[in-house]
């Protein structure tokens, strides 16, 4: 089979691979699978857990050609997204639950091979049915939306909550647009309006371009001082934390979901005077069933959100498209067919 291998920083081939056995795991035919930040960093270099080389991917769609006996109710033929993360049931936080915590953890595309290949072996339980009305456009954003679902969970989104992203790119967004299907008032920030005008697509109350208005200073003057009551940082700066503590209102929850890579300051009275709650959220938690059911309906617009899509064979395409050109890609994924 044909396969996408980082053999180096900014150097990603097409190679080929063996086909995996069928085994204990299902054989997935991969249909399509998404290019995250993750597998960006992977390409540039500066991800911390990468080792080279490594076939990518880890938002992958597919359909199963191949299903051992199993529990889990996956048959041959099943369209399906894939749960990439493997814990080990037994480090503290896995014993606690916090199985997306796990010590040894291991994702697909990151200490394992991923989805940027033909087909792939996953265990059926970690194979989860989209049913065949849902398009594959939207079934590839389904792994994002788990992480933005456990960000809101962790949160504890609830109707009418003011709420404040802060940027919009794949994982603000879909923030943003499970807290606005929550019926939470989505105000999201970002500096490139490309990605503002998809968040207005998504129906969100309010959208500023901090290109030209500094956070705090708008938020200041929009709440009159108050600030908003759920946070969520999603940008991965870490000069950004600052401002979210000026921007949460006293009582107020800060989420921060970007990879924040480098320290923070802050001002430790501000903690207590505000008695915020800071929370970091990481991978999800039995998200992908909750996920699926969400978008089987109507109130999310996940399909917005692929703004680039490339046949499997222009995979260095559209590496090198998507690192030069953060400003007008929010996602991009390969197709196998
Ligand atoms: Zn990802
Ligand atoms: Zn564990």
Known sequence: MKAAEY???????????????????????????????????????????????????????????????????????????????EHCGKCVPCRHGKTNCCTSIHVLGVQVDGGFCERIAVPPERLYKTGSEMSVERAVLCEPYTIAYHATERAGIEKDDEVLVAGAGTIGLAVADLATASGAKVTIVDRFSQKLNVAKQLGVFETVDTSTVGLSDFVRERTGGEGFYKVFEATGNPNVIASCIDSVCPGGTITVIGLLAGSVTINGLDLTRKEMTILGSRNSISAFSPVIGLFKGRSLHPELLLTHRYPFVDIKKAFEYTFKNPKDVIKAAVFFQ
């Open 7 to 85: 053999k180096k920083p900014f150097d990603i081939e097409i190679v080929e691979r063996d086909d995996p056995p069928r085994g204990k795991a299902a054989v997935v035919r991969v249909i399509a699978t998404g290019i995250c930040g993750g597998d960006l960093h992977f390409y540039d270099g500066t991800f911390s857990y990468a080792s080279y080389p490594r076939i990518g991917g880890h938002e992958i769609v597919g359909e199963v050609e191949y299903a051992p006996d199993n529990k889990s109710g996956i048959s041959r033929g099943d369209i399906v997204v894939v749960d990439p993360m």
